[in-house]
Nanobody, 122 residues
């Protein structure tokens, strides 16, 4: 699976962004799809994941602010981010895993997109 993330940018605190991840490959629709993020000087952390049956999981810090979704016909996964905070500033990566339970574990994911930068600042 090849992945291309987009939609990052500069947004003010409290604002919203929608990230997209366009995929290719015959296994996209059967794989878990996830979003991770990495801030400068920090480890990559789990943000959200969605299984082929639309089961979802979220990082603890999300607290209802983000929503992951997928459109298998368009081979695309989305991350709607609302109520953004400065601490959400990071490079966001989409990834694909050959699991089926919306894995939150980084080691499950074997295909990665190039990342898109999200900056939350006034």
């Amino acid at each position: 699976v090849q992945l291309q993330a987009s939609g990052g940018g500069l947004v003010q605190p409290g604002g919203s962004l929608r990230l997209s991840c366009a995929g290719s490959g015959s296994t996209f629709s059967s794989n878990d799809m996830g979003w991770f993020r990495q801030a400068p000087g920090k480890e990559r952390e789990f943000v959200a994941a969605i299984s082929r049956r639309l089961r979802t999981s979220y990082g603890d810090f999300v607290k209802g602010r983000f929503t992951i979704s997928r459109d298998n016909a368009k081979i695309t996964v989305y991350l709607q981010m609302n109520s953004l905070k400065p601490e959400d500033t990071a490079v966001y990566y989409c990834a694909s895993a050959q699991t089926s339970y919306a894995s939150r574990w980084l080691t499950s994911y074997d295909s990665w997109g190039q990342g898109t930068l999200v900056t939350v600042s006034s």
